[in-house]
């Protein structure tokens, strides 16, 4: 693989950063990925945007323009044969020379991209022929500030090998009122009745770009409703449906929860509308 570091391309075990690296040391800064097909990318001003909030939010000046994050981007995919890949960019707050919590002045943020392979998106998508997710809860232990995309996210990595070890594919978690807030690598919605809805956005979740452009698409199209407000962990376990959004499963059905079937333990008829509505107006984020 291909890599970018701090202005320079290279094979990923050439690439060198010091272990008194902020990122290494405290995980000290933000990442983001983007989802590109043969070149072209989904929501890439939408990731940047947020990408320069967190920076925003924890102090790290950004480093480049939207101009040269973009040309990087594309530089990444290309060099890396192009076709399903997530384009990933990770800076640090960077490296000065001692372990100490305090933000140096003026230091050099550390600039990383590599990219990431992910699974095609379905052309037209089949509900017989898709296979259903299964995943457990658990209750959120993270910190306070989950809206930031920082790369210190070995909560989410607990939680996630809290399924991983059960041969499971995600964690949904919920708060200590028992009120749903995400996945530990995804946005979390749930469809009762026909309706959709998805929690809020605050501090217990990550603004998801897929979610953000599932609500959208889906409002424009205006066939689906779709609310933002508290779910309850009871309502996840009586819904019809349940999805998973991010950037390489874009919406994902989830068939089991804690080993019980969700629904009718099959593929919902709402699922398959919903991510052929998003499948079609994905390019135009
Ligand atoms: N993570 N919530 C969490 C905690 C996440 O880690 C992610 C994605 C999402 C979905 O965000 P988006 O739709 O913008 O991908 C929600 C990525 C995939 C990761 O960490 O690799």
Redesign the pocket.
Known sequence: MIVYLNGEYMEAENAKISPLDRGFIFGDGIYD?TPSYNGKMVGFQLHLNRMKNGLDAIGIPNPLTDGEWEEIASNLSEKNGGQNLGIYFQISRGNEGRRFHGFPHDLKPTIFGMVIKIDSYPKMPDRKNQIGLKVVSSEDMRWRQ?NIKSTAILG?VLHFQESFALNKDETIMFNSTNELT??????VFIVKNGIVATPILDHQ??P????HMAIESLRSDGSIEVQERVISMDEVREADEVWI????KHIAPVVELDEQPVGNGLVGPVWEKAMSIYCKAMFEF
Request: proline share 0%; net charge neutral; charged share 10%.
């Open positions: 990925v989950c989410n995400e996945g530990s690598i995804s946005n979740l990550l998801g770009i897929s979610r959004t991010n950037s390489s």
